[in-house]
């Protein structure tokens, strides 16, 4: 999640980065372990 919260990286950039071949995969992990999509986290955390 830090990689989401403190950079300006596309998913499919930080899903490379941790590993996972494809963005979608990342994203539908990422849902289910946090409620949200990345996006979505991203959108609150700037909010704030």
């Known amino acids: 999640m830090r990689l989401l919260t403190s950079t300006d990286k596309p998913a499919s950039w930080i899903a490379d980065a ?3 071949k494809k963005n ?8 289910s372990h946090m409620g949200i999509a990345p996006h979505q986290n991203r959108k609150r955390w700037v909010e704030q």
Request: with cysteine.
């Open 18 to 20: 941790v590993g996972l």
């Open 24 to 31: 979608s995969y990342y994203c539908k992990l990422f849902k």
